[in-house]
């Protein structure tokens, strides 16, 4: 099968959307098909070889964070041509209502078009009042699919219907296959705690990991908390005593590779997210490298650690909470060897294995009796009017 892929986000600066949608097309490669991924990147942005860069992306603060995104007459230009060029049997737009190429895409095109949505936005007044303009585009959308069941509610909230629940994937042996690092591994007196996400975005969590260090190092003072992430963490950390300050190691960007090491070494991972999130790949990740996890009862990462049985959680922005939970965590090996049992057996799931089926199946249910993917004669016009 020809597929083709809208990815919104800039490949630049890549995040969870970018991953998932890298992952999925590598998974599908490798199964035969022939997969071309269209997403913002600068021309000299190394690159996998099957994307093809859009241009540079501009920084947009969205839903608590900061996105990339690729809008205009030479990115539409760019669509079209590789919507042309790609004669692709199905089209998978990511985000397909962001205003990046997805959007531009899903004007540009009909035919078999499947549209993925990741975010959980509480009912937003924007989407309400663009409904009229959006709905129009939704309705080329031959099926939908979100992450997960918050996404999911997004969707239906804003624009009626429904979508089937994929979740992302993870290759799971990648991470259970990984070699532990001496240096990132605790011992009993000196546990080490690891955190992954962007230092310098508050929605993430690490300035309530912060608060919560200084209770933690009084009943572990050797413990060690391992923090992988771009950004600069000043802020999350500037109020903290020189003693809780030192015992925070910030390791910056690590590569995929030495994200699985760490996961694989420590001695729990802390999810401390404060909102935002609609599943928490990163749980996953963790537990797929054997790694204990306490998180934020956030309700996504409530349903991904199925209800605490697959980790702990502790109430949501409490740092007094975290820190009475992982102190417990750390002082209960049994407890901690119990949730890796039962979350290695659950991960499963979430293998891309699993995964890249049930996306696949909803590709044959769109292609069948479709046609393949043209542009709209309905836009077509227009943005030849506009390109000029």
Known sequence: MRIGIVCPYSFDVPGGVQFHVRDLAEHLLAAGHSVSVL???????PVPPYVVAAGRAVPVKFNGSVARLRFG????GRVRRWLAEGDFDVLHIHEPLTPSVSVLALWAATGPIVGTFHSSIPRSRVMIA???MLRPSMEKISARIAVSEDARRTVVDHFGGDAVVVPNGVYVDSFAGASPRATWQGTTERPTVAFVGRMDE????????A???PDVLEAFPGARFLVLGRGDGDDALGDLDAT???AIELLGPLDDDDKAALLRSVDVYVAPQIGGESFGIV???AMSAGAPVLASDLGAF???LDGGQLGALFPVGDPAGLASALVGLLRDPERRAGYVTRATAGVRRYDWSVVAEEVFAVYETVRLGADRVGEDPAVGGLLSRWLG
């Open 202 to 209: 508050p929605r993430k969590g690490l300035p309530v990991l």
């Open 73 to 76: 007459p030479v990115s539409a």
């Open 211 to 213: 608060a919560a260090v």
């Open 39 to 45: 997403a913002p990147a600068d021309e000299d942005t």
């Open 130 to 132: 663009a409904q009229p």
């Open 302 to 304: 409530r349903r991904v």
């Open 283 to 285: 749980l996953v990740e």
């Open 244 to 246: 809780s300050r030192a």
